[in-house]
């Protein structure tokens, strides 16, 4: 599975950006897709995923602010950040993995991450 991210940028506190993740290869519809991000001098921590049985789970800190989704192939998931923070800086990668669970430490496959930067 290949993973195409885009959207990063840098925006100012409280909003919002939209980051999008396209998949493509073997299947991709039937994997679970999901967003980590690693802030400057930090390990990378989960964000957000849509597992194929259609489960969605969130970080703590991005509950109520952040909003995963994928569309009606379930090649392409978003992950619509809202009310952003400067803590909310770093490289967001996008990831997929044939599990429905059991990835909170990582994927199977990993794109290229998309730099967000929010300004205070």
């Known amino acids: 599975v290949q993973l195409q991210a885009s959207g990063g940028g840098l925006v100012q506190a409280g909003g919002s950006l939209r980051l999008s993740c396209a998949a493509s290869?073997?299947?991709?519809?039937?994997?679970?897709m999901g967003w980590y991000r690693q802030a400057p001098g930090k390990e990378r921590e989960f964000v957000a995923a849509?597992?194929?049985?259609?489960?969605?789970y969130y970080a703590n800190s991005v509950k109520g602010r952040f909003t995963i989704s994928r569309d009606n192939t379930k090649t392409t998931v978003y992950l619509q950040m809202n009310s952003l923070k400067p803590e909310d800086t770093g490289v967001y990668y996008c990831?997929?993995?044939?599990?429905?669970?059991?990835?909170?430490?990582?994927?199977?496959?990993w794109g290229k991450g998309t730099l967000v930067t929010v300004s205070s």
């Open positions: 849509s597992s194929w049985s259609a489960d969605i």
């Open positions: 990831a997929a993995d044939v599990r429905a669970t059991g990835w909170e430490q990582g994927m199977e496959f």
């Open positions: 290869g073997s299947t991709p519809s039937g994997y679970s």
